[in-house]
């Protein structure tokens, strides 16, 4: 029983790490196509049918290009900041419930890599550490506007993180877990966090835009101040690595905010298709199938949102960024905290009084 | 002063309203408006398949032009180079030889004939002032870019209207 | 299996806090400084307190040790930093000495400590859990915690007022 799950468990990681790869791959062409598509252009077409093949292309083209070390770099650090990178954007999937459990004879599979009751600290810490990726490989390269990318990425995580984690404490004041998994169940059917927490919603959207680098807070990259900021040194694949990185990084916070606001694998009327099953092992095999669906289908939605964006805002100001950090979101996120708490106390008032 | 036209503005700075300092209304018509061009008519031509509409008056790539034999109608009279107002035409005239009448039309005819395409500007005067309708401008061929100069300078072999092998017409 | 575990980190961290120590190039002293916070989160998980392990690389690599890779690339930290740093007689010998009498607290302090061994009948293994913790903290330890908040109340007050534009400031 034990070795199954544990053979289990370990397809099933390898199956989100692939599929994680798989949507940050493509990630590339929807970027560039949504780019087109806004713009009344048509984008990549030519490799493939409707360009379908142009990641397969852009990444042998990365893989064949030069590999290019400046000679005043330190060559170590220079290489270890796109592995940082990409290992921890990697690993950041592994907490989160892309659906409820699956039964199949006897035994009941829960689809989620590792169900710790640290679910969100866990992501939390992880993607505090993506930071160092860029700041190591923007310091070894050696170049000013590298350093300057760096230092940029440095202190907008630092700061957009505290918003970030306050916006985040509200949820967990209705939700009374840390783990993912608990957060997601609760949310059955319609009764999404998004309702009563619209506010810290809007604050972690807006952080997660500043953590993962992406228009309008793209500064630590942006090309026309920086010449591409802490990546300007780098080429070939690890050039790719850090692209990619951001890829998955969207693709997480998007799972991040898919299950803690939007309900996870929950869809309205999944009790009533539930209770529709005669058999309960195959109602529920039902829901669960279609809940993963749903689940990515908030993903893709969340990940367009991303995209949609970037094509139509310009980029802020440092000082601007900073001003709506500190000055803006921080105290915002701390009066959610203290609305959804008074809003708690309220209702215990009401519904135990 | 007087407005001269209806369309001056008053330009003040205005202390913003909380909906416009709040940017979020702001963002979410930028989002709207792209929102609407993602769903837009695409305004791309997706160029070897297809081709952009041309005017039916369009003046692209020369061509000399054979008569009904396959012989070439050119003469060399000069007239085409004495019209171009860029000075892209040159040729050299020569005699033509016994043998030779399935070749050129008449006694008199281009040995060679250039055309610089880099400083053609297509205006399509050399077509107007030939007097045996030998040089015309064609309506479905480009000068394509080329990698070197020298190709720009486009000799009779490249100008000549190839023979038609088949008298389908 | 915790065991041989147990010695792999410990053997993992000592081995990045000497390494801390002993790099010359202080980027490299940080990074190893993180690879230590690291594998003492992994002691952590072993005494099955995952909310501290979480916390502490949250809190310490994911915020404080990017501050100091922060200021150290502010910093030239060229070849040149091997010649300004004075190196004579009297600077190794107090060195060593207060290294001396360090290493001498340490032996002096460890000397008598007994490895106490958990009751078991009243030893819970699920106290480092995240709720356990926090009831433990919001009753128990209710005077303290909320002490500790308000001096973080205090060092925010003051990080405000240094950070504050002084009249007549124009930074944009």
């Known amino acids: 029983m034990d070795s199954v799950l544990l053979i289990y468990k370990g397809i099933y990681i390898l199956a989100i790490f692939g599929i994680s790869l798989l949507i940050a791959t493509y990630s590339t062409y929807f970027e560039r196509k949504i780019a087109a598509f806004i713009q009344d252009r048509v984008g990549p077409n030519r490799a493939g049918p409707m360009g379908l093949l142009q990641p397969l292309a852009d990444a042998g083209k990365l893989f064949f290009k030069e590999e290019f070390i400046p000679a005043k770099a330190n060559k170590m650090l220079f290489i270890l900041g796109p592995g940082i990178a990409m290992l921890v954007a990697a690993m950041s999937s592994a907490v989160i419930p892309f659906g409820d459990t699956l039964i199949i004879g006897e035994t009941s599979f829960d689809l989620i890599a590792i169900d710790v009751n640290i679910g969100i600290l866990y992501i939390f810490g992880v993607v505090s550490l993506g930071v160092y990726g860029l700041m190591i490989g923007g310091w070894a390269s050696n170049n000013k506007f590298s350093l300057l990318g760096a230092i940029r990425a440095a202190s907008q995580n630092i700061s957009y993180e505290l918003a970030m984690g306050l916006s985040l404490i509200a949820v967990l004041m209705l939700s009374g877990s840390l783990s993912l998994k608990v957060i997601a169940e609760q949310q059955t059917g319609f009764n999404w966090n998004i309702w009563y927490q619209p506010l810290g919603f809007l604050i972690f959207l807006i952080c997660a835009f500043a953590e993962t680098n992406r228009t309008p807070f793209d500064l630590p990259e942006s090309e026309a101040e920086l010449i591409g900021g802490y990546h300007t040194e780098y080429s070939s694949m690890k050039l790719g690595m850090y692209l990619f990185a951001e890829y998955i990084n969207i693709f997480v916070v998007s799972a991040v905010m898919a299950t803690l606001y939007f309900g996870a694998y929950n869809f309205p009327f999944m009790e009533n298709l539930r209770n529709a099953f005669d058999d309960p092992v195959l109602g529920n095999n039902v829901v669960t199938i279609i809940g993963v669906a749903v689940m990515f289908a908030k993903i893709f939605a969340f990940i367009f949102f991303f995209m949609w964006v970037r094509w139509t805002l310009p980029r802020f100001r440092y000082d601007q960024l900073m001003k709506l950090g500190w000055n803006i979101l921080i105290p915002l996120a701390i009066l959610n905290i203290l609305l959804t708490g008074g809003g708690i106390l309220l209702y215990e008032y009401f519904t135990k009084g | 002063m007087e407005p001269l036209s209806n369309r001056r503005k008053n330009v003040a700075q205005k202390e913003m309203t909380l909906s416009e300092r709040m940017y979020l209304p702001a963002i979410a018509q930028g989002l709207g408006i792209t929102i609407k061009h993602f769903f837009k008519k695409k305004a791309t ?21 054979r008569d009904e034999n396959g012989a070439e109608r050119c003469t060399a009279c000069g007239l085409c180079a004495v019209a171009c107002p860029a000075e892209a035409i040159t040729m050299t005239a020569g005699e033509r030889k016994k043998g030779e009448e399935h070749l050129y039309r008449e006694e008199k005819y281009a040995v060679t004939y250039e055309v610089n395409m880099l400083r053609c500007i297509f205006c399509g005067l050399c077509e107007e002032a030939c007097p045996k309708a030998a040089i015309f401008l064609q309506d479905d061929k480009l000068a394509p870019a080329r990698y070197e100069r020298d190709e720009f300078i486009y000799g009779k072999d490249r100008l000549v209207e190839p023979l038609k092998t088949t008298e389908t017409k | 299996m915790t065991e041989s575990l147990f010695f792999f980190f410990a053997s993992l961290t000592l081995l990045c806090a000497i390494m801390v120590v002993i790099s010359k190039n202080p980027v490299f002293s940080v990074i190893f400084l993180i690879l230590t916070f690291f594998t003492i989160s992994a002691h952590y998980i072993l005494l099955n307190a995952q909310f501290l392990a979480a916390v502490n690389i ?18 030239n930290t060229g070849k040149n930093v091997e010649g300004t740093l004075k190196r004579n007689m009297l600077a190794k010998i107090a060195g060593t000495i207060a290294g001396g009498l360090l290493f001498t607290v340490v032996v002096a302090a460890l000397k008598d400590v007994t490895l106490g061994h958990p009751d078991p009948a009243t030893y819970d293994s699920q106290v480092g859990m995240v709720e356990n913790l926090g009831k433990v903290l919001f009753t128990k330890y209710m005077l303290p915690f909320q002490l500790v908040a308000v001096l973080f109340l205090v060092s925010m007050v003051g990080a405000v007022m240094i950070g504050k534009r002084e009249t007549g400031e124009q930074n944009f």
């Open chain 2, 45 to 65: 031509i997706n160029y070897p398949e297809e081709t952009r509409q041309r005017s039916d008056v369009w003046r692209g790539l020369h061509v000399l032009k």
């Open chain 3, 58 to 75: 949250i809190v310490y690599a994911g915020a404080i040790m990017v501050l100091f890779l922060f200021v150290l690339m502010f910093i």
